[in-house]
């Protein structure tokens, strides 16, 4: 004979919610366990790499500045020489060319120098309108070594240069400057020399300027502090 145990409906409804309950605390518990592996993993990928939290494409690094040493630019195509240099370590020579428009046009914006540690000279390069078309970022230069150990800056026989456009720089820190017989050279007497340079008192400025073609006017500026 058959033993029969009868249980009542509202017991069995209470066991059934009871075994539910019991299998959702064990999910649970095992997605708890799953996220604190995968926390320990990332962690440690962090330390290993540091763009773990960042997108696949790394951030760029700050540019910083592209050293190179002296530059002496007798041809156009030495005007390249300039382009991936943003700091000169020496002097810049610009000497004997004549440029056409087409090269003056192709000059823009391709220099990217923006501090020279000894000198700058340009002599002789005609054609030229504006330094600006070279030299749009150049702020400063140091005048460490000087030509023929007196100048820092020197423009000379230049003779289509209209303007200097030399807008960016702000300091000569040592060093004279020299600008002389560029016959069509205007808008020099607006340029604050005195700001420009880094020591008035030992630095020197002179400007032979030209009233025609036939008749040079010459004087010095010598700033006292």
């Keep these: 004979m058959a033993y029969q145990v009868n249980i009542p409906a509202t017991l069995q409804r209470d066991t059934l919610v009871a ?125 460490r070594r000087l030509l023929f150990d007196e100048f820092a800056l020197v423009i000379y026989e230049n003779r289509d240069l209209g303007y200097l456009g030399l807008g960016s720089l702000l300091r000569i820190q040592a060093g004279n400057i020299r600008i002389e017989t560029n016959p069509t050279l205007c808008y020099v007497d607006t340029v604050n020399w005195v700001q420009l340079l880094g020591n008035s008192s030992q630095q020197h400025f002179w400007y032979k300027v030209g009233l025609n073609s036939s008749i040079l006017r010459s004087f010095t500026l010598v700033f006292i502090g």
């Design 19 to 143: 075994l539910l309950f019991l299998i959702i605390l064990q999910a649970l518990k095992v997605r708890c366990d799953a996220a604190l592996v995968n926390a320990v993993t990332l962690n440690d990928d962090v330390v290993g790499n540091p763009l773990a939290f960042t997108s696949n494409t790394p951030p760029e690094s700050p540019q910083s500045l592209r050293t190179c040493n002296s530059i002496e630019v007798r041809t156009r195509k030495d005007f390249e020489l300039l382009k991936n240099c943003t700091r000169v370590h020496g002097h810049v020579w610009l000497a004997h060319m004549q440029l056409t428009p087409h090269d003056v046009g192709a000059l823009k914006y391709l220099s990217e120098v923006e501090e020279i540690t000894d000198y700058l000279l340009v002599h002789r390069v005609h054609g030229l309108p504006s330094l600006h078309h070279i030299f749009p970022h150049l702020r400063l230069i140091r005048g």
